[in-house]
């Protein structure tokens, strides 16, 4: 299946309504399998798009910047209930059109007064300005 899309107004396909809103998933196996386009698809190579994410390195380093900074000022614990036992920590899939974990209770500390004196700093600090407006941008 591909990814999801959503109509954003009412289409007549053929003797078909699809109402405004609804969600269209593409069987892209069927499109390229269709026989009056590839007679034996099996014995052709052909493509459908590029097979890599282009932000695929960019994805890559935010999430490794984010547990690195996230890991040098917390401590990551598992919870505990009420009677001061750890509570196992029990990893489950939710299955969908991008599997994701299911929730789970977890404790997070900061490692020392330091981190917690550099949150207050940072939220005192004014924002910072931007400079966007500064580019003229024009499309060609």
Request: charged share 20%; with cysteine; net charge neutral.
């Given at each position: 299946?591909?990814l999801a899309?959503?109509?954003?107004e009412?289409i007549?396909?053929g003797?078909?309504?699809i109402?405004?809103g609804?969600y269209l998933?593409?069987?892209l196996?069927?499109f390229?399998?269709?026989?009056?386009?590839?007679?034996d698809?099996?014995?052709?190579?052909?493509?459908y798009?590029?097979?890599?994410?282009?932000?695929?390195?960019f994805a890559d380093q935010?999430v490794y910047i984010t547990?690195?900074?996230?890991l040098?000022?917390?401590?990551?614990r598992?919870?505990k209930?009420v009677?001061?036992?750890e509570?196992?920590?029990v990893l489950k899939a939710?299955?969908?059109?991008?599997?994701?974990?299911?929730?789970f209770?977890?404790?997070?500390?900061?490692r020392?007064?330091?981190?917690?004196?550099l949150?207050?700093?940072?939220?005192e600090?004014?924002?910072e300005?931007s400079?966007?407006?500064l580019?003229?941008?024009?499309?060609v």
């Amino acid at each position: 299946m591909g990814l999801a899309h959503k109509s954003e107004e009412y289409i007549m396909y053929g003797n078909y309504l699809i109402p405004k809103g609804s969600y269209l998933l593409p069987s892209l196996w069927w499109f390229l399998n269709d026989p009056k386009e590839y007679p034996d698809p099996s014995e052709i190579a052909f493509g459908y798009g590029r097979r890599s994410c282009a932000g695929r390195f960019f994805a890559d380093q935010s999430v490794y910047i984010t547990v690195f900074q996230l890991l040098a000022a917390f401590d990551i614990r598992k919870a505990k209930d009420v009677h001061g036992n750890e509570i196992p920590v029990v990893l489950k899939a939710i299955p969908g059109m991008v599997n994701r974990s299911a929730p789970f209770e977890f404790k997070l500390e900061p490692r020392s007064q330091h981190h917690i004196e550099l949150r207050r700093i940072e939220s005192e600090q004014p924002p910072e300005i931007s400079h966007a407006s500064l580019f003229n941008v024009s499309t060609v």
